[in-house]
């Protein structure tokens, strides 16, 4: 796992978003034991309390379970065509808010429609 303290992003984001990714690249599978809060903090060299705070956030967004003094596990994916209303809400949302500040920048619908599709094609 690679955080950076110079970019802007939080530290806890960054581990989210390390982890996301281990995930969806297959890295990291369903079952999957995490570093324990205390071992990854001390491996980055970060506070616990941030480290945690990922963790949670993982938890909340469904990506990881908390079992008590066993530690953090990757949880078992969501169908998303079986998603809530207020799941798909959140990713229309964080979709939204990417094309705002992007036009926000001076950035064209074209520009982002091919921007979106490079990162569809890299992901996927």
């Given at each position: 796992?690679?955080?950076?303290?110079?970019?802007?992003?939080?530290?806890?984001?960054?581990?989210?978003?390390?982890?996301?990714?281990?995930?969806?690249?297959?890295?990291?599978?369903?079952?999957?034991?995490?570093?324990?809060?205390?071992?990854?903090?001390?491996?980055?060299?970060?506070?616990?309390?941030?480290?945690n705070?990922?963790?949670?956030?993982?938890?909340?967004?469904?990506?990881?379970?908390?079992?008590?003094r066993?530690?953090?596990?990757?949880?078992q994916?969501?169908?998303?065509?079986?998603?809530?209303?207020?799941?798909?809400?959140?990713?229309?949302?964080?979709?939204?808010?990417?094309?705002?500040?992007?036009k926000?920048?001076g950035?064209?619908?074209?520009?982002?429609?091919?921007?979106?599709?490079?990162?569809?094609d890299?992901?996927?």
């Amino acid at each position: 796992m690679r955080i950076d303290q110079a970019l802007p992003d939080p530290l806890y984001r960054q581990i989210r978003d390390e982890i996301v990714r281990g995930i969806a690249q297959g890295e990291l599978a369903p079952g999957d034991a995490l570093p324990s809060v205390r071992n990854l903090a001390s491996d980055l060299g970060i506070n616990l309390h941030t480290v945690n705070k990922a963790y949670a956030l993982l938890r909340d967004e469904g990506f990881v379970l908390m079992r008590g003094r066993q530690g953090a596990y990757v949880a078992q994916p969501r169908d998303p065509a079986k998603a809530g209303a207020a799941e798909s809400g959140l990713f229309a949302r964080d979709v939204r808010r990417l094309a705002v500040a992007f036009k926000a920048a001076g950035g064209g619908r074209e520009a982002f429609e091919r921007l979106v599709k490079s990162q569809l094609d890299d992901v996927f």
